[in-house]
């Protein structure tokens, strides 16, 4: 999948550990866990919204988009 989630790097530079955010925005840790494990395969956006108040961040600091090669080739047959 070519987005990546890069919530540990934004827990780190917040010196924050994962269980801390899990409890202020109502996750289970094993819910954030898979989050950040890109065990999932979406977010909503009020969790995503809550992720970046806490870690005072944009979207774009904890979600990343890498281009697949096969999506393009994908993309030109449509």
Known sequence: ???RVNLDVMLARRKMRAKQ???QIGLSETQLSMLR???VRGIRFDTLAKI???LDCKPADILDYEVDPADLYLADEG
Do not use: G, Q, Y
Request: with cysteine.
């Open 21 to 23: 955010l899990a409890e």
């Open 52 to 54: 970046c108040l806490v």
């Open 37 to 39: 494990t890109e065990k």
């Open 1 to 3: 999948m070519p987005i």
